[in-house]
Every structure is written in C-alpha cells, then in structure tokens.
C-alpha cells in the first residue's frame, strides 16, 4: 500500500499548529504497519536552518506549471534518507510557495490569510508528482483547503487515484473572489449557483474538495456530528456535509506516545509514569523555578494554559476568571502569541499578581512539556475544538484538563463529578464564565482530596492516545477505496 500523505506544515521542519503534528505523527504511524507514505509539502526558505536533514537535497523533478497565461518554474527535492521512515517530497517554488512559513507572511499563525496562487500550485505540483513520478498510489491523502482543489485536477488524469480529504477545521476553507478561476486550469462548469465549486457567488476551494474526493474525514466524531447540524462549526457547508454523510467520517486524532509521555518526553527530567507519581512532584519543582514562581506553590494547585490567543479558545473566559482564580491559593502559567488584545490583557494580569502569575506570549516546545507535565490543571475552554491535542497531552503527564463540551474535547474527556469511578477530567457546555469556573471550581475542590486526585490522574494516564487506532481506520478506509468499495459511515 502506497499513500501521498499532502501537507502544508509537518513537524519538525514547518510546524505552525497541530496541523503540522499530525502531518508527523499519522504518517509515521502508517508506515509502522507496513504503509509507505510519502509526504509531499512545500518547500520554505527557513527550512535547512531547521534541521540537518534539509541541508542536503537533491532535485528529483522539474517542470513549468500553468498559472493562468503564466508558466511557473516549479522544482520537486528530497533529502536524501527519508524522515522516520517516510519519505519527503518538498516542492519549490519561490514567487508564491517558498516562502519564509506555510501562511501568507510566514507567520505564527494559521489565521494568517492565504494567497489563493499558494494553494493553486500546490494542488498542481500534487497532481503533476502523481502523474509524472512514475508511482502508482493506493490513495492521496489531502489535508485542508490548501490541498483540496487538488482532489478535481487529480479526475482530469487517467485511472485516477481514491482520495481522501482530511477536514482539520472547517473554519477555515480558502473562499477567494471568482478572479480565481482563471489561475485554476479547470473546466469553469463547476462554478454555478450551489456547483461543487461556487459558495455564495465566491470560489470555495474547500467545497470543491469536498465533492470531488471519494471520501472526507475530520478529526473527531462529535466535531463532525457539530459540523453537519451548526452553522457555529459547518460555516455555511451544514447542508453539503449532511448530503455527504455516508461518505463523511469522524476518526479522532491520536499523540506521538514516545515524545508526549512523561517516561520519554526529552524535555523533562525526571521521567514518571502512573505507577511512579513522585516524579511530577519534582518536575514541578523545577518548573516553578524556571518561572521564578515561590515554592510555596508546590502544595496548591498550578493551572496550565497553552494555546492561540484568539476567541475561539476561550481565552476571554480564561481572562473572566482570571481574578477569581488567583484570589484562591492557586497559581497560574499562560504560553500563547495571538491577538495583541489578548496579550496585552494577560501581561497586565501577570503585574497585578507577580508572585501567582506567568504569561509567555511565544512558544517553546521545550517549555511546553515543562508546563503540561509540572502543572496540576490544564484549561481547553475552546468555543470549538475539532479534536485538540493539548487536553491528550495534559491526560498523558497526569494533569487534569478542565475543557469545554465540543468536538474532540468531548469525545476524550470524562467529567469526573457525574462519573466519579471513571472520570478524567471536568468539562462544561455553555460559553459563559459562569459555566467554565463551575467547572474550574469542581476541579480545585477536587484537588483538595489529595487521594482521589491521585486516582483521577491514574486514569487519564492510563488511557492510551497513541496514533495505531487511528492509523488502522485510515488503512481500512484506503483499502476500501482501492477496492472500488464505497466506504459507508455510521
């Protein structure tokens, strides 16, 4: 079984969000049941800085790509050993593609807008790799809008290969003005009222990968239950998603288990496991120093928050309760670059309570795992989340999530005080502050029985996240389509 695994970020190398560690970690999970993956990605100019692997590539393939009247020169490299044991096909194209970062202005993040002639030529060199590399693919897996357009051109080949479109968020589905169509390269008879390749007079790059894939996933089922009944999650596609439903499936993203895991996270020390809690105590310790924070802290509870600085994870609830929370015996940490807004509200907070207070608005990953395994707490209280990864990590270091009701938050979180023999975790429906320091509150009363917090801690370490469930309903779903089956969700 062969998969193009199509990408526009993938960890280590471009990572901006948790796009980019799916793109690592599924794909090497196929490959760990005998799936060869090829990744195919853009080529960026900061790439060699990153990593030694890229500071030595060789050119595999070179064409001119239409783009509209222009043609584009367009180069395909590898480096020369694979990544894991996937292989890397990075595509390079300086105007428009190979840029300083996957967005608009290589920016930190995925809100950044995206040029339309970026995700063009990437669908082209997609499609023209498939057609002139001589392999012959089980399926093309694409991922988001900045592929999708890529799931048409590939029908204009003969004998076509099954694809499958990866949904991470439908808030984001690249709707351009129908200037575009020129650049495309495509029959125009899919642009008409309600056609596959027109949203409300505008080019929807999304909705056309959609219809034309043999299959399309997202990254949770409660997220695709959402998606398909709430204009809140569908953004306007509700009516397409639920007459797609039969091919539409919910398979929930999985961790890397060997990096996100306190016995073998690189970048805490000492390691531990649920067996051997007295670890966390130190790793706490350390922790607290890092972030000049007074040991005093070791014995009330440290809440963790890491995230976008943006309104859809809830950082105006976290902000709502922010004095409310320090008032008690608690302190807080926040890591997250985002809206200038939200920044500058959580620097002020972080002077009014020197001694409780830290808030870092960068990312470091190093300091990430610091923080998710040292802390007590880990706040998610995203408006949406398709699937998050940060509540998965926080269960696997022993730190309880306080999380929102939605999508993949939901699908991985047990609230322990209407479930108290299996509970994980304490969770919340409605986007109010009232409701989330509910929640929160449920989660400092609990802290206080120090054994039954133990226990808690216990059973989300225990629950296994890893990526092999997932990746075997990826396989089952690639093997039914190379068979001609028309896969059937639930």
């Not at 007295?278 to 509870?301: A, F, M, N």
């Not at 994870?313 to 200038?340: W, Y």
């Not at 449920?442 to 801690?457: F, H, I, N, T």
């Amino acid at each position: 079984m062969k998969i193009l695994f199509a990408t526009m970020e993938v960890a280590p190398f471009s990572k901006v969000g948790g796009l980019g560690d799916v793109s690592k970690a599924l794909p090497q999970a196929l490959s760990l049941q005998d799936v060869a993956v090829t990744i195919i990605t853009p080529w960026y100019r900061s790439l060699p800085e990153r990593s030694p692997l890229l500071q030595a590539m060789r050119t595999v393939r070179r064409t001119f790509l239409p783009l509209g009247d222009e043609k584009v020169a367009v180069s395909w490299l590898t480096p020369e050993e694979p990544h894991n044991g996937v292989e890397l096909i990075f595509v390079d194209e300086p105007r428009y593609l190979s840029r300083n970062g996957p967005y608009l202005t290589g920016g930190q993040s995925a809100d950044y807008p995206q040029e339309p002639q970026a995700s063009i030529l990437f669908a082209k060199a997609i499609v023209d790799w498939v057609a002139g590399s001589g392999r012959v693919y089980t399926a093309v897996h694409l991922n988001e809008h900045h592929t999708a357009l890529a799931a048409r051109m590939l029908r204009q080949l003969p004998n076509p290969p099954p694809v499958v479109l990866t949904v991470h968020n439908f808030g984001h589905q690249g709707v351009y003005e129908p200037s575009v169509l020129p650049l495309l390269g495509l029959p125009v008879d899919g642009f008409y009222p309600g056609g596959p390749l027109e949203f409300y007079g505008k080019v929807n790059f999304l909705k056309a990968g959609v219809c034309y894939s043999d299959a399309v996933t997202t990254v949770s089922e409660t997220y695709r239950q959402e998606v398909m009944t709430q204009y809140e999650y569908g953004r306007g596609l509700e009516g397409l998603m639920q007459s797609r439903a039969d091919r539409f499936f919910g398979i929930i993203n999985g961790i890397d288990d060997t990096e996100w895991s306190p016995r073998s996270s690189p970048h805490i020390a000492p390691h531990f496991s649920e067996a051997r809690l007295s670890g966390k105590h130190t790793v706490k310790s350390r922790l607290l120093e890092e972030l000049h924070l007074p040991k005093t802290v070791l014995t009330s509870p440290l809440v963790a928050v890491i995230l976008r600085l943006v309104e859809q994870k809830g950082i105006d609830l976290i902000l709502s309760v922010a004095e409310r929370l320090l008032s008690q015996s608690t302190a807080l940490v926040v890591m997250g670059e985002g809206s200038a807004h939200y920044q500058k509200a959580l620097q002020e907070l972080a002077v009014r309570h020197p001694e409780r207070c830290r808030v870092l608005t960068r990312y470091d990953e190093g300091l990430a795992h610091r923080i998710t395994a040292g802390a007590d707490i880990f706040l998610m209280p995203s408006r949406f989340e398709p699937c998050g990864l940060n509540q998965l990590y926080s269960l696997a270091f022993g730190t309880v999530p306080v999380v929102r009701h939605t999508g993949g938050l939901a699908d991985t979180v047990i609230d322990a005080r209407y479930h108290p023999e299996i509970g994980t975790g304490f969770t919340f429906r409605d986007s109010t502050p009232q409701a989330f320091w509910r929640a929160l509150s449920g989660a400092l009363e609990a802290y206080q029985d120090r054994p039954g917090w133990r226990k808690m801690m216990r059973r989300g370490m225990r629950e296994v996240h890893a990526w092999e469930a997932s990746a075997r309903s990826y396989i089952g779903l690639y093997q039914l389509l190379a068979g001609g089956t028309a896969p059937r969700a639930a």
